[in-house]
Nanobody, 122 residues
Framework: VQLQASGGGLVQAGGSLRLSCAAS????????IGWFRQGSGKEREGVSC????????YYQDSVKGRFTISRDDAKNTVYLQMNDLKPEDTAVYYC????????????????WGQGTQVTVSS
């Protein structure tokens, strides 16, 4: 059972990146998938979440209108499209799977990806 986060990189402010969270050993559609980020010296914070039913998505206020979360069931992958990136978006981004609901906090997430670095230069 594994989550693999990828797609990070270095981008200028205003640019875009698409993060991927691919699952192996289990079906993503049975879980609520959250994206979290952790900046240097900061606590890990929830960024977005995609409900297992696919009917609900959640976003942190600071990313609303810029980030979009989606899921491709055929690829067993969740994506985070990040547009209009800002230097304050710089962080290591993690995806995680929660069996019961979307949660802003890290508690209850059963599986975690290894993280992918996003760096936004000004």
């Amino acid at each position: 059972v594994q989550l693999q986060a990828s797609g990070g990189g270095l981008v200028q402010a205003g640019g875009s990146l698409r993060l991927s969270c691919a699952a192996s050993g289990f079906t993503l559609a049975y879980y609520h998938i959250g994206w979290f980020r952790q900046g240097s010296g900061k606590e890990r914070e929830g960024v977005s979440c995609f409900s297992s039913s696919g009917s609900r998505t959640y976003y942190q206020d600071s990313v609303k209108g810029r980030f979009t979360i989606s899921r491709d069931d055929a690829k067993n992958t969740v994506y985070l499209q990040m547009n209009d990136l800002k230097p304050e978006d710089t962080a290591v981004y993690y995806c995680a799977a929660h069996r019961y609901h979307c949660s802003r906090g890290i508690e209850g997430y059963r599986y975690w990806g290894q993280g992918t670095q996003v760096t936004v230069s000004s």
